[in-house]
């Protein structure tokens, strides 16, 4: 399958640099090896993408700006961990999953895409980062939600897209009485 991936002012974002400086994140389904440092720490983890954010100078850290960035999120996103240096390697599934949305949050991502977010997480968690998604998307931010769960997509998309062989072979918008074979019947 081929495309490409044009924000608004044009710039084609074709590596991860000019994406995270175009302020779009990622949130990987394989969080383990593709989002997250699971040798590093929790704060390092929160802070890989807050460089821009925590430059005191020209290429220069703040450690004091970046310790209240990372405090910020384990704060507000209620991550239970024993403290910030302590490696991401020791949290639950869902605390994890609540770093990989911190590092994004903190750096003000405003084009966000989820795979399978709630992947691998408890039900308590799964509602937190509900929540959360509706949080972002009405302070504005755009969400991209790639699902396998349909009740998902139903209870969190305004408009969702079915594909098949690499082609867009439908389009629901989110409407009182949308169903999981509303869909069903679009995928086959």
Known sequence: MDGKVTVADGTVINNPKTAIAKRMGYVSKNRDTESLGLSATIAENIASTGYKANEL?????????EAAYVDEQIRELSIKCAGKNYKVNTLSGGNKQKVVFGKWIASDAQI????CPTRGIDVGVKAAMYQLMNEMKKSGKSILLISEELTELIGMCDRILMMKDGK??????????????DLINYMI
């Open 57 to 65: 100078f020209k290429g220069i850290i703040s450690f004091k700006k």
């Open 168 to 181: 867009v072979t439908a389009e629901r918008l989110r409407v009182n009485g949308l169903s999981e074979q």
């Open 112 to 115: 966000l895409i989820l795979d």
